[in-house]
């Protein structure tokens, strides 16, 4: 199962590299505006540090904006995955980008047919976003174990991107369910390592150590 993070904070994507967790990352205009600065600019250092793909997302919403904004993003650096939204110009501009060997992530996917038709035209990634369907009382989960089977249906090649991950159980059932990627806040990737039996465990042994040692 292939880590993603989701975020454009540096430093976190630096801390998770450093753990050797991170195989690409995902970003989104909302945590592109919650860094500031110059988006760009911080695009390409994301490109820079990170060896896997990086989902970069145009802000146009017609075709023509969307391809045109693409042929930009794809100079900040060769791991640069196109994010798309999921409307109809979107599906027409992510089948133009993957034709020309760019490839695409579909996202704000929330229904099955949705993420066929993202199968169907051969994106890169496609992105259901679990916790956004949970929010409204649906089951963020039952969406992904159903375009998994889809897929496996049909022989798709596009990634699911388990997206809008919000607490450990949603990586645990992207786990099980076998989705090829989830993408992951920085705060949800540090839960991934703890347990408190293990800080129970840790800290019984060492004071059991010290026991001994002064006595
Ligand atoms: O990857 C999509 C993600 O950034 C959306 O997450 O928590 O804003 O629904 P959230």
Do not use: W
């Not at 500031?36 to 911080?42: D, Q, R, S, T």
């Not at 060997?101 to 993202?118: D, E």
């Not at 035209?121 to 889809?150: C, H, N, T």
């Amino acid at each position: 199962m292939k880590f993603f993070i989701d975020t454009a904070n540096i430093k976190e994507i630096e801390e998770a590299k450093k753990m050797g967790l991170i195989d690409g990352v995902t970003t989104n205009p909302s945590l592109m505006a919650k860094e500031g600065g110059n988006v760009n600019e911080i695009a390409k250092k994301i490109c820079e540090i990170v060896d896997g793909p990086v989902s970069l997302e145009v802000l146009a919403t017609d075709f023509e904006g969307m391809i045109k904004e693409a042929r930009e993003l794809v100079k900040f650096g060769p791991n640069v995955v196109i994010k798309i939204p999921m409307t109809e110009e979107g599906i027409k501009a992510s089948y133009f980008l993957e034709r020309e060997g760019i490839p695409t992530n579909v996202t704000l996917v929330f229904s099955l047919n949705q993420a066929l038709l993202v199968g169907k035209i051969g994106a890169s990634y496609v992105s259901p976003f679990v916790g956004r369907l949970d929010d409204i009382g649906e089951r963020g989960m039952k969406l992904v174990e159903e375009i998994v089977q889809v897929y496996k249906n049909y022989n798709f090649k596009t990634e699911i991107i388990v997206a809008s991950i919000r607490h450990p159980e949603h990586v645990r059932q992207a786990a099980l369910i076998g989705a090829h990627i989830a993408t992951i806040p920085f705060k949800v990737i540090k839960k991934l390592a703890s347990h408190p039996l293990t800080d129970i465990g840790l800290e019984k042994f060492l004071s059991d150590f010290q026991k001994v040692k002064g006595a």
